[in-house]
């Protein structure tokens, strides 16, 4: 099991005067510091000073808003420190869910609440439906204080420290294992949503949402750490796939001289290559979505390896032929799993740099390939490997 310790922010929701939320909160932090696995970071909204106007799409987001983003994308669980006004939620906590939507995505949120009677559960039945839409999970134990004015000594501790202490530990044991359970790097998040940019309409209604119609997205989880061996391997992959095709443009007269097969006929060993590469790409694409990613990276290396071998020990030309479209059909699959290889495992911030470095090889294999092939014999099973 992974010890990295998980990083829980903690939202003091009420930003009224005379709130009663930080004495609340500070106990709760006190709990969860108290645990060996978890990374605390304390947002109150009433220091946040959200703006409660949204800003149109396309407009630069507000200071306030890109001060706060970081700290719940960095967040693998949240938990929300929330009282009950009116028989709900306050608004500023909903402000906050309303300024963010990947932030929340496929993470586990706690809460605590407190009021009268209803020791604010009914603000925490209405944050579940809310958090639903927003693909985040909400666990079942909650930490409830009715009369939490009667709750608290003088000292801002509670009356019942153990019983209160148990609450706490029995909410946050099921917050870190749902987090670990929703940060499983590599894991696909089908979500859908409205594109409501496809309409001048400001205000969608049902008639407009069927016009517009649903759009299905697939979202991943993004790993906290980056691992870069697999972007090694990956561009090790792209090296061969990129030589692939030099190496065999360069010595197809030696291909042809060495099976007797006339100039016009070798041309099948590039078409052979290049058709299932180009038309099995989406269909790898779209299989590789449902599967698990690094077993087709690793089905499609076994599959190019094979190919290989059976090229280069063909007896015949069209065997030769049949081992390229084998190559070509497993580099479809390589060529599918690049991007998903990718984010899934490497951080967001650090993407840009796998990527570069991928082209890179794939730019230094195709030439390579070429030189290679130029200075090696023509003949032989080495060189219709393209290896």
Same mark, same amino acid.
């Given at each position: 099991m992974d010890?990295?310790?998980?990083? =829980? &922010?903690?939202?003091? $929701?009420?930003t009224r005067e005379g709130r009663f939320g930080p004495t609340i909160g500070d106990w709760f932090v006190e709990q969860a510091r108290g645990r060996g696995d978890l990374e605390l970071d304390v947002l109150d909204l009433a220091d946040a000073a959200l703006p409660d106007r949204l800003t149109g799409y396309g407009t630069p987001t507000p200071n306030a808003v890109a001060a706060v983003t970081p700290r719940l994308a960095a967040a693998d669980a949240f938990?929300?420190?929330?009282?009950e006004y009116n028989h709900s939620y306050p608004a500023p906590v909903k402000t906050l869910i309303d300024w963010h939507f990947t932030e929340w995505q496929a993470k586990p949120v706690g809460f605590v609440s407190y009021g009268g009677m209803s020791g604010g559960l009914r603000?925490?039945?209405?944050?579940?439906?809310? =958090? &639903?839409?927003?693909? $985040?999970?909400?666990?079942?134990?909650?930490?409830?204080?009715?009369g939490a004015w009667d709750r608290f000594g003088p000292d801002a501790r509670p009356v019942d420290p153990d019983g209160c202490a148990a609450a706490a530990k029995s909410m946050l044991d099921q917050l870190a294992w749902w987090a670990r359970a929703c940060a499983r790097p590599g894991r696909r998040i089908p979500t859908s949503r409205l594109d409501l940019y496809r309409t001048s309409a400001?205000?969608?209604?049902?008639?407009?949402r069927r016009k517009v119609g649903m759009i299905m997205t697939s979202e991943v989880v993004s790993p906290r750490r980056t691992s870069w061996a697999p972007v090694v391997a990956l561009g090790l992959a792209m090296l061969v796939v990129t030589s692939e095709m030099t190496i065999a443009a360069v010595t197809l007269p030696g291909i042809g001289a060495d099976l007797a097969v006339a100039p016009s006929v070798t041309a099948w060993v590039l078409l052979a290559y290049a058709l299932p590469m180009a038309a099995l790409a989406i269909p790898a694409g779209r299989w590789s979505d449902g599967a698990d990613v690094r077993a087709a990276f690793a089905?499609?290396?076994?599959?190019?390896?094979?190919?290989?071998?059976?090229?280069?020990m063909a007896p015949t030309f069209w065997v030769v032929v049949v081992g390229r479209l084998l190559q070509g059909a497993a580099g479809a699959l390589i060529v599918a799993v690049y991007m998903p290889i990718i984010t899934t495992s490497v951080a967001r911030e650090q993407r840009g740099r796998a990527i570069g470095f991928v082209i890179t090889?794939?730019?230094?294999?195709?030439?390579?390939?070429?030189?290679?092939?130029v200075s090696s014999p023509r003949r032989g099973v080495g060189v219709r490997c393209s290896w």
């Open positions: 010890s990295t310790p998980l990083r =829980l &922010a903690v939202v003091i $929701a009420s938990v929300l420190v929330t009282p603000a925490v039945e209405h944050l579940r439906g809310v =958090l &639903a839409e927003l693909h $985040a999970v909400t666990v079942r134990d909650t930490v409830s204080f009715h400001l205000s969608v209604g049902a008639t407009n089905l499609a290396m076994i599959g190019v390896g094979a190919a290989s071998v059976l090229v280069g090889i794939m730019t230094v294999g195709s030439m390579a390939g070429a030189r290679w092939a």
